[in-house]
Each structure stands twice: as structure tokens, then as C-alpha cells.
């Protein structure tokens, strides 16, 4: 028994050993940069997303039979898929693998032995727990940049709570900050700290991945939730830090300039913001009331800080009385900004965001055509791109372990019969 394990062994390290290990030329800026990912729910999927879009190649290890929580989280389905799902896993390939057994144990080290990256957001002690952790991987991948995800941090007081995104945004100030400023404070609409916290990482591993070539070694990565929403408070952090001047809710509006907020319109609601003196006097001409511009109340920015509740009004008065279209015609060309608060409907069929191509179709196996949003960054001499759609639970296990790591049909069949694979 033991002689077979190490003649198949000997037999993957040679067939690995004679796959070419260049990277390949293309116009992809992270093309041959390999990626295990073993992520789930929303931060460590978007990470991984961004580099796929760049390039990289995207393993996704998931449950058995279950897969990331996020394919159930509906509805809305497409077939038998949460678009949730749907919308933080294009560009990756679906392999699942049971953790918890030795055989498994094995392929995802024999993954991380020739991976570039691995990205994971387990609870602190998890991936040590499996033989999977940082220093595990290390000695037999001293390359492998390693990111840990968690929810508070790998040590301290809270490291094995579990992490949400909600929760985070509630410790670190941003729900506090949210919402009406006489009301209770507000969730964001989008789960704002995750997306952070999965841009951060995505920066941190791009970062780690130009010190390998000074270095030739990998390292450990460690971003959590909670301080990400710590850095994402900037102004309002520095605030209190340096004057001692505590956060409150302000709906819409900006704690140090005015105006810059939204308004009610006739049928609907429009933000503008008259970020300074000149931008200011422009906005009070074109909605009518040059003569606000010129009051000695309103003179300055500090002036219209201290007197924001009279001049909120006699703003509010005026842009009441017309459309948002209308509205929108009347500033068209204007130093200040200004845009409609729109619902998802007019989002994308926005003029502006068609011209960026934000919307972009591919195909799925089973659920047909997908409209996903695309990567916002476009570079001049490399991709950013759509290049697969998410995958279907499973979808790649048999082809990575065949192509990748050289295991024969029998192998497979034996590991997907005992429970291994699926």
C-alpha cells in the first residue's frame, strides 16, 4: 500500500516536474499567475475576482455538495444559482475537495506546491487545524504568497467571532455615521466593508507579488473586516483623532461643506454640491437665487457650514419645483457637480455608464446568456476582462486534477467514490 501511495507520488512530482514553468506571453498583465482560492461569501471572492479579471488563473475550492453559502443566498436565482453568486465569481474554476480527509488534505497542498497565491478567509486556526496553514504551505512552497481574510484579526480578544460584513461596519463606526441625521443609523446598500476589505487584499497581493521578484520569497498577508472599516473612516477618523470631534449621521449631506447633498425635485431627488466659493455662486444663478451667493451669511464655505440649516431651505425651496430632467438640462455644462439619484433601471441605462461598457454578456453552461458588470478599470497595453463565466459546483474538479496535477481517471474515480472530491 505504501509503495503504490509513493509510486504515484513519484509519478505526479515527474509529470509536474516536466510541465513548462515560464509564464505565459500575454497581454493579461497577471497571466500564468496562479491562484487558490479558497474563499467564500464576499471579500475573498471579490479579491480573487479582480485578479481573474487581470489574468490570473482562479482555482475555487468549495465544499462538497454544498459549495460557497453565497450560490443559495436567493432569491433571485439563475437556474439553480444565486445571482449573488452569479456576481463575485466570474473567471474562476469550481474544484470541490473535503478539507477534513488526508487525501484531500494532499491535493491542496499538491495545489499550493505550484500556486503563485492563496487566498483564504477562514476562522484564525482553521487552516492550521487542517495542516494548511501559512507555515505548513512554506516549507514545500517558500514562493507562495499566502492572504489570510478574517473578521477582527488573527490574534486579539475577537479573533475566533465569526465576521460579517454588518457586523464590521457597526464596530468600526460606518452603520454609526449612516443614515438620517435625526433617524437611527442605517446599513449601507451594498456590503461596503467586504468590498473594502477584498480591494485591500487584492492590493496587498499584487504588492507581495512585485517583492517576490526582489526577493524570490513569498510571505504571509493578514487583512481583517474590522480594520479595514477603521481605515475607511479617513475625514471622520482624523476628526476625532486630531480635534477630538465625535462622528454624527448627516443622511445625504457633508459634515464640513455645503452644499453637498441631495435635494428633492418635483419627482424624484438630484445631489449637487457647491464644493467651493466659485462653484457655489454658479449653483445659486442657475437655480435662480444669485442673491444667495452674495449674502454675508453665506460668504464662505465656514459661513455656510454655520448657517447650513437656513440656506439647506432656500436651496431645498427651489430645486423643488422642477423634474429631475429638468433640473439635470438646467445644469448641463456646469463647473459643480451634479447627478439624479437613480434607481438601478436608470443606472444602466445611464448614457454615460453605456459608454463605459459596464454591462458585459457571457455564457454559462446551464443558465444560458449572463449581463454581468464588468472590471471599471481599463489599461492602455493589458486585459481586464470577462474571460469565463462562474462556474457550475464542481464544474473543474476532474479537469485540474487531471491537467493540473496529473491524476489519472482511476485516481479521480476512486477519490470522487470515497468522498474526497466531487
Known amino acids: ?30 497571466s500564468g499567475v496562479k491562484v487558490l482560492d479558497l474563499t467564500r461569501v464576499l471579500a475573498g471572492p471579490y479579491c480573487t475576482q479582480i485578479l481573474g479579471d487581470l489574468g490570473a488563473d ?31 465569481n466570474r473567471n474562476k474554476r469550481s474544484v470541490c475537495v473535503n ?69 464590521a461596519s457597526s464596530m468600526g463606526g460606518l452603520i454609526y455615521v449612516t443614515g438620517p441625521e435625526d433617524g437611527p443609523p442605517c446599513k449601507t446598500g451594498v456590503a461596503l466593508t467586504d468590498l473594502a476589505t ?49 462622528a454624527k449621521r448627516w443622511g445625504t449631506a457633508h459634515e464640513s461643506i455645503v452644499p453637498y447633498q441631495a435635494f428633492a425635485t418635483s419627482n424624484g431627488y438630484v445631489t449637487v454640491s ?39 431651505n432656500e436651496i431645498a425651496k427651489n430645486l423643488s419645483k422642477k423634474t429631475n430632467a429638468e433640473w439635470i438640462e438646467i445644469f448641463r455644462g456646469a463647473n459643480f457637480s451634479y447627478g439624479p439619484i437613480n434607481s438601478l433601471s436608470e443606472v444602466f441605462s445611464d448614457p454615460q455608464v453605456v459608454h463605459n461598457k459596464m454591462v458585459q454578456e457571457i455564457d454559462h453552461p446551464s443558465a444560458g446568456p449572463l449581463k454581468l458588470i464588468g472590471p471599471p478599470v481599463t489599461f492602455s497595453g493589458s486585459g481586464n476582462r470577462i474571460r469565463l463565466p462562474p462556474p457550475e459546483l464542481g464544474q473543474h474538479t476532474e479537469s485540474v486534477l487531471r491537467d493540473r496535477l496529473g491524476y489519472s481517471v482511476s485516481e479521480i474515480h476512486q477519490l470522487r467514490d470515497g468522498g474526497v472530491i466531487s
Request: proline residues 4%; glycine residues 8%.
Open 274 to 312: 457647491g464644493a467651493n466659493d466659485r462653484q457655489f455662486r454658479e449653483l445659486c444663478a442657475r437655480i435662480g437665487r444669485p442673491e444667495l451667493s452674495v449674502d454675508s451669511k453665506y460668504l464662505t464655505n465656514a459661513l455656510r457650514v454655520q448657517n447650513r440649516k437656513e440656506l439647506l
Open 1 to 30: 500500500m505504501l509503495r503504490n501511495i509513493l509510486l504515484s507520488l513519484s509519478r505526479k512530482s515527474l509529470w509536474q516536474a516536466c510541465q513548462p514553468r515560464h509564464y505565459c506571453i500575454s497581454t493579461d498583465a497577471l
Open 58 to 88: 482562479i482555482v475555487k475550492i468549495e465544499r462538497l455538495k454544498v459549495g460557497d453559502d453565497t450560490r443559495s443566498w436567493g432569491p433571485p436565482f439563475v437556474g439553480n444559482t444565486s445571482c449573488y453568486f452569479m456576481s463575485i
Open 99 to 167: 478539507l477534513k480527509s488526508p487525501e484531500g488534505k494532499q491535493i491542496i497542498q499538491e495545489l499550493a506546491k505550484q500556486s503563485d497565491v492563496l487566498v483564504e478567509n477562514y476562522l484564525p486556526g482553521k487552516m492550521e487545524d487542517y495542516g494548511l496553514g501559512y507555515e505548513d504551505l512554506k516549507k514545500i512552497n517558500p514562493q507562495l504568497i499566502y492572504c489570510s481574510i478574517t473578521g477582527y484579526g488573527s490574534t486579539g480578544p475577537y479573533a475566533t467571532r465569526p465576521g460579517y460584513d454588518v457586523i
Open 198 to 246: 477584498g480591494l485591500y487584499a487584492h492590493g496587498a497581493i499584487m504588492a507581495a507579488l512585485l517583492q517576490r521578484q526582489k526577493t524570490g520569497l513569498g510571505q504571509l498577508i493578514s487583512t481583517n473586516l474590522l480594520s479595514t472599516q477603521i481605515a475607511c473612516l479617513v475625514n471622520l477618523g482624523a476628526n476625532y483623532l486630531l480635534a477630538g470631534q465625535e
